[in-house]
């Protein structure tokens, strides 16, 4: 089993930048899939980027042009850099497999405001 940890969220303004961070224990980590997902309050949660084990990545219609993920299998962490950050970007971020595991993390939350 592959435990996922979350970091790096906080407080920006509409424009500006964040880089989050996954950090992963367990040796299949780096044989999995590993996604971001967020959840914005009242609404459900939606993945927004995805990266395979060799580096394949995918991206949500809303982000793409602005995210990007990556991964260090070394490192066991995956990183999410968002840029442009929109108020609509506001959620809590989570990282899990893909197809997620049922067990989610804490999250880290990402408020975009002025």
């Known amino acids: 089993q592959v435990q996922l940890v979350e970091s790096g969220g906080g407080l920006v303004q509409p424009g500006g930048s964040l880089r989050l961070s996954c950090a992963a224990s367990?040796?299949?980590?780096?044989?999995?899939?590993v996604g971001w997902y967020r959840q914005a309050p009242g609404k459900q949660r939606e993945l927004v980027a995805s990266?395979?084990?060799?580096?394949?990545?995918n991206y949500a219609d809303s982000v793409k042009g602005r995210f990007t993920i990556s991964r260090d299998n070394a490192e066991k962490m995956v990183y999410l850099q968002m840029n442009s950050l929109k108020l609509e970007d506001t959620a809590a971020y989570y990282c899990?497999?893909?197809?997620?595991?049922?067990?989610w993390g804490q999250g880290t939350q990402v408020t975009v405001s002025s």
């Open positions: 990266i395979t084990r060799g580096g394949s990545t």
């Open positions: 367990g040796s299949a980590f780096r044989v999995i899939t």
């Open positions: 899990n497999r893909l197809p997620p595991w049922s067990g």
